[in-house]
């Protein structure tokens, strides 16, 4: 699965520069590796390489010797414009100095004179803040990627000399051994990656996949946006939704390459949409055990947050840290939260949410690297049109409320977790009380007729879990409207994650309480035809 199937950040600087762009903003934190990039790129092309720094002034680093005192930003960009021959400038954290309107406009100034030249000038620096007087000059900003596999193994060879012969011996003789580390530490910084090597092996005396990995888990955290979320849930812990399991289960071995050798596009993505506590975040979760595949999940509400960046950084440091990461699953969860309203975004907040979501949207159309999108949202009025045209995600699945033979899954599946064989249960009894009940409230019901029994000695029992599921108010009884709003929704515009549809013949607890609904919510609909869609509901 080594595959690189992006560009990288070196092949696409020489692009530009090729193309004479003047000024390019790169940013990355990784300043040392993007100027060795960049030294390498100055010797291939034979380009004189000078980077500046408000301590050093110039320093020639490729094709040259030399230091240039220019310490003033004024003056550095002043040389950059009078400097002879085919030359690259890196300005190192120059973004501070772009508060003083003097320098912002000299930059300008050089951007124009650089075009007729051969020379292009780089800002580098750890975050993209560009002041709006500069925007149309700089001609291109690149986010530099994250170290790729090599690097990361050039880094793990690195600390090899470090560990006992006897352990590098056993690394070298099984060629999948260096291939797991290296995979265990991607989406790392270089500096990082390196760090967490020495710890590995300091405290194991070898490469230990389940340090590097924690490491990695703990440093993504931090990072505030995302979680590298460990496979607690088993596919098979999903009840129902057979249609949207199948098509999971199909793409399992998408993104290897006898897929890709046998013509298959890679999967981009999916939006699950639906009845709150149908299983939507728990398939999210499930797909990254059945995949064998790292599964990140952004919180989409830290991104606008303020918190951590500004929020276009930080849209696009995720988007970063998953290609490093790939093959990954990408999770979005509750989408609509990060995303509604973009459309009047630019009255409230200057556009910024509409931008991101741009970003978002675009990468989400683009990618071509292995990075599968699983976002899910309940509120689809809330969701921008834009998203949901075709070619963002490859299938819009919705998730209904579970009908009979559902439930006798969801029931299965919540007994057997909690250690009691079903068969020791009248599942149909269970299934008729529960009629349009979700797996959350189903689940909700198991616990408290579990707790019920523990309370009074004795153990679990069909009546306990017909009394417990009685006392629950389905919420489809609560939002009814907002369930029937979205099943019309879907009916024309998603395809129906499980298939199945049976009449119910008893009324559920709360029936007999509350009314039978004028329509039945679960237990209804004609049978789906070969595609599986429900044509009408
Ligand atoms: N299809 C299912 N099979 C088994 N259990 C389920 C299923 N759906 C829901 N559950 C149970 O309900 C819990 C909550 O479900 P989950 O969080 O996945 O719902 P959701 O669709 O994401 O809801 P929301 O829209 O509120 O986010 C799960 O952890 C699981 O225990
Ligand atoms: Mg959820």
Redesign the pocket.
């Known amino acids: 699965m080594a595959t690189e199937h992006k560009r990288s950040s070196k092949s696409e600087i020489e692009d530009l520069i090729k193309a004479r762009y003047s000024l390019i903003w790169i940013t990355s934190p990784e300043e040392t590796r993007v100027e060795e990039s960049l030294r390498k790129l100055c010797v291939e092309r034979e380009m004189r390489l000078e980077v500046w720094s408000i301590t050093e002034g110039f320093k020639t680093v490729a094709n040259g010797q030399g230091t240039r005192d220019v310490k003033d930003p004024m003056k550095a960009i002043d040389h950059v414009i009078r400097a002879e021959g085919r030359a690259l400038f890196v300005l190192r954290d120059f973004h501070p100095f772009l508060k003083e309107p003097a320098v912002v406009r000299r930059l300008r100034d050089a951007a124009h004179e650089l075009r007729k030249t051969k020379k292009s000038l780089l800002v580098l620096s750890p975050i993209t803040k560009i002041p709006p007087e500069l925007e149309k000059s700089i001609s291109a900003v690149l986010d530099w990627d994250l170290p790729n596999r090599m690097e990361i193994e050039q880094a793990a060879r690195k600390v090899m000399p470090n560990l006992p012969a006897a352990t590098q011996q056993v690394i070298e003789s099984d060629p999948t051994f260096m291939e797991r580390v290296v995979e265990s530490a991607l989406g790392l910084t270089l500096v990082e990656a390196e760090n967490v090597f020495a710890k590995s092996a300091v405290r194991t005396h070898t490469f230990d996949l389940e340090t590097i990995l924690e490491e990695k888990k703990q440093i993504i955290r931090k990072s505030g946006l995302l979680e590298y979320y460990e496979h607690r849930e088993e596919f098979s ?5 057979e249609i949207l399991k199948d098509w999971l289960v199909k793409r399992r071995a998408a993104f290897g390459s006898r897929a890709k050798d046998f013509g298959l596009p890679l999967p981009k993505g999916i939006l699950l949409i ?1 009845v ?7 398939t999210a979760k499930a797909v990254g055990a059945l995949w064998q595949m790292p599964l990140l999940r952004l919180d989409v509400g830290k991104i606008f947050a303020g918190l951590v960046g500004s929020s276009e950084e930080n849209v696009r440091s995720v988007i970063k840290t998953a290609e490093a990461i790939a093959p990954a699953i990408l999770w979005i969860d ?1 989408l609509e939260k990060g995303f509604s309203g973009t459309q009047s975004s630019g009255s409230t907040d200057g556009g910024t949410t509409s931008r991101v979501f741009g970003t978002f949207i675009t990468w989400l159309q683009e990618k071509t690297s292995p990075v599968f999108v699983i976002a ?1 949202a ?1 509120n689809v009025s809330a969701l921008p049109p834009e998203l949901l045209r075709k070619g963002r995600f490859d299938e819009i699945f919705f ?1 209904d409320l579970p009908d009979r033979e559902d439930r006798r899954q ?1 029931i299965d ?2 007994l057997r977790k909690k250690k009691r064989d079903p068969g020791q249960f009248d599942l149909d009894k269970l299934v008729d009380a529960t009629i349009d009940y ?3 409230e189903l ?1 909700q019901a198991v616990i408290a007729a579990l707790y019920d029994a523990f309370d009074t000695g004795g153990d679990l029992t069909t009546e306990g879990l017909q009394k417990t599921m009685n006392e629950i108010v389905p919420l489809a009884i609560t939002m009814r409207e907002m369930i029937d709003n979205m099943r019309e929704w879907a009916r024309t515009r998603a395809r129906m994650a499980s298939s199945r549809s049976k009449g119910n013949t008893k009324p559920a607890g709360w029936m007999a309480r509350y009314g039978a609904p004028t329509a039945n919510l679960g237990d209804k609909g004609p049978e789906p035809d070969d595609d599986g869609r429900k044509l009408e509901l």
């Open positions: 812990d999903v009840g129902g939704m639906g709150p506590g149908t299983g939507k975040s728990l509750e899910t309940n998730c969801f599946i919540h979700s797996g959350a689940e």
